[in-house]
């Protein structure tokens, strides 16, 4: 016998880690809009997308999950802080918030909530927007099934989207040193 | 006691990682090794350091705690963990405390992934090196909050430096990686992979460290790893986060105790991270050197013998310091401890010379030794480079680094395709 080898791949995306992970999401973006401290609001938007890679995990998407820590907790958050670091917090904190739009904020949310509920809840004729059952990709291969999805000769057709994706984060650049810059 | 002994048989006979396994003992049973080497590692380091630096400083270094200063980092720890924690009263309490966790989490974690061995790793994924980059550039954030938290003014520009520094280094180490993925699709099915035993085995496969693969592309790839790696854990000459002369200490200035021993600790082992991510993806992992040169099984036996071997040479060494100590009363309790070491040194060479044991270590050796060699290489250059200025790290990182990053991907690129086109025609791989 071999211990080593008997329990097969346990199930690891069970409902625990999804409640577990969804919670810490949603409190982290309470918290991101109720912080009058932006570092803090920072910090917990960082707990939010690394909770969110999780996520991508449990969907068996390791991929998206590693491009997502990289990119958003990695990349974006550190320049987030590196700008924030530089305001003065003490009068920040003393301001006065003038972005009072709750009547707008709340129709948006409950637009949002109808929505949801709609989507979630069986029609009359007993179908639903989500099929029954779970996917199964195997977690083994998905760089390599992105990859194909993207680059291959037969199934590659999202390149030309990817590219000008690309491109237009280009001209993103550009623009931005265009701007910063006086005399190029 | 029969069952018993076939029961951890069994856990070393497996052909599997224990993450691939699903085996959620053993794979605990392997975090706690690895943690415990790492702290250990981090200790020996620590002493290494300054001993290296001191001989190559014509000083002695630590000679008074134990023999040869020996028990210096365990004086040194316990020091650290008696001293008041100090939190500065104009501080931001909370993320002033949470800062060092950050910092620590993100450089172990990172081990999840290191490959010691075919089957000696924690688990294997299939995204290793994605993760590996992703989770060890998220210490930026636990340096930059602590600079922040600190509420003065050295700490603060001590984060900012070292947030734009580890940011810009880390595109040109990105591209770098990125090359060395595309070598991996050199097989019949030309697919790569980003699985850190994947990337070994693919050099395995093709008989060749990718340091040499497409003379002289690899050694160039490796070459800005080998500097971006440096910049990228905050180390001489690239230490500009924490440069003593101008910044006091950087980042940490207000951190002391056990906080400030949790910084260390994790600058340590993110060195000892990403000199395993040079290893795995260019020098062959756990590998042996001269695969192709020296082979055949009388070749193996003597490779396998090199760690025993090099456990008796070290306490070889050590009696021969035992014999050289002062002969006066006062150091006998220090001859005794070194001699001590010395035979529990020798004890660790005769137990590696075990055919069982032999076979199963020897690829944690090799992939051990390959790193020390990158912790040996950091010391030396603290020893002897001196510090850059700003702005000459920026250009180094995006203007040198960076566009050869990018010529070096294209051509890697070009050179690849050619030979995947040429076993095209062929119509097979040859290795």
Do not use: C
């Not at chain 1, 929505?115 to 004729?125: D, G, K, Q």
């Amino acid at each position: 016998m071999n211990p080593a080898a008997v329990p097969a791949n346990p199930p690891v995306a069970t409902a625990f880690f999804f409640y577990l992970l969804a919670a810490v999401m949603i409190i982290g973006g309470i918290l991101v809009i109720t912080r009058k401290n932006a570092v803090h609001s920072a910090m917990a938007l960082i707990t939010t997308l690394l909770a969110q890679a999780a996520l991508y995990l449990m969907l068996y998407a390791p991929f998206v999950a590693g491009v997502q820590i990289i990119l958003y907790a990695g990349g974006i958050m550190v320049l987030f802080l590196f700008v924030i670091m530089l305001i003065s917090i003490e009068r920040t904190q003393r301001e006065r918030q003038f972005n009072k739009q709750w009547l707008v904020g709340i129709a948006a949310a409950a637009a949002l909530g109808g929505l949801f509920i709609a989507v979630y809840t069986t029609t009359t004729s007993g179908r639903t927007l989500f099929p029954e059952g779970r996917l199964t990709y195997p977690e083994g291969d998905n760089t390599q099934r992105v990859a194909a999805l993207l680059f291959d000769r037969a199934t590659g057709t999202y390149m030309f989207a990817f590219e000008i994706a690309s491109l237009l984060l280009l001209v993103a650049i550009i623009g931005a040193v265009v701007m910063a810059k006086k005399r190029i | 006691m029969h069952g018993v002994v076939q029961y951890i048989q069994s856990y070393l006979d497996s052909n599997q990682t224990p993450g691939a396994a699903g085996n959620f003992f053993w794979a605990t049973v392997y975090i706690l090794l690895v943690f415990v080497g790492l702290s250990l590692a981090v200790i020996a380091m620590n002493w290494l350091e300054r001993k290296i630096l001191a001989h190559m400083q014509v000083r002695l270094g630590p000679m008074r705690v134990g023999p040869h200063g020996l028990l210096q980092p365990i004086a040194d720890a316990l020091k650290l963990l008696l001293k008041e924690d100090i939190i500065p009263a104009e501080a931001d309490k909370t993320v002033f405390w949470v800062a060092p966790f950050i910092v620590v989490l993100a450089a172990f974690t990172v081990f999840v992934v290191v490959p010691f061995g075919p089957t000696h790793a924690i688990t294997d994924m299939n995204i290793g090196i994605l993760f590996m980059l992703g989770v060890s550039s998220l210490s930026v954030l636990g340096i930059v909050t602590a600079g922040w938290a600190s509420n003065s003014h050295y700490p603060l520009i001590g984060a900012l430096r070292s947030s734009a520094q580890m940011v810009s280094y880390e595109v040109a180490m990105g591209l770098a990686v990125v090359s060395v993925i595309l070598m991996t699709s050199l097989n019949e099915a030309s697919t790569g992979t980003l699985s850190m035993i994947g990337i070994v085995e693919a050099q395995q496969a093709q008989a060749q460290w990718f340091i040499f693969k497409f003379f002289p592309l690899g050694l160039i790839g490796f070459f800005i790893f080998a500097v971006a790696m440096v910049a990228e854990t905050n180390r001489a000459p690239f230490d500009l986060p924490e440069a003593e002369s101008e910044l006091t200490a950087g980042f940490h200035t207000e951190y002391s105790g056990f906080r400030w021993s949790l910084f260390f600790l994790a600058e340590y082992s993110a060195m000892i991270a990403v000199s395993s991510i040079a290893v795995t993806l260019w020098l062959g992992g756990w590998l042996r050197p001269f695969p192709n040169a020296l082979q055949g099984p009388t070749w193996d036996l003597v490779f396998s013998l090199i760690p025993g071997l090099t456990f008796l040479f070290l306490a070889g060494m050590t009696f021969y310091s035992t014999v050289r100590m002062p002969k006066h009363p006062l150091f006998r309790i220090q001859t005794m401890g070194l001699a001590g070491f010395g035979a529990f040194l020798a004890l660790v060479g005769l137990i590696l010379f075990i055919p069982g044991v032999r076979i199963r270590v020897q690829d944690i050796f090799w992939f051990s030794a390959k790193v020390a060699g990158f912790m040996y290489l950091y010391i030396w250059y603290r020893g002897t480079f001196p510090r850059y200025r700003f702005d000459q790290l920026m250009k180094v990182g995006w203007k040198v680094l960076l566009p050869t990053g990018l010529a070096l991907l294209i051509l890697t690129a070009v050179v690849a395709m050619r030979t995947e086109l040429l076993a095209e025609i062929r119509g097979a791989w040859r290795p």
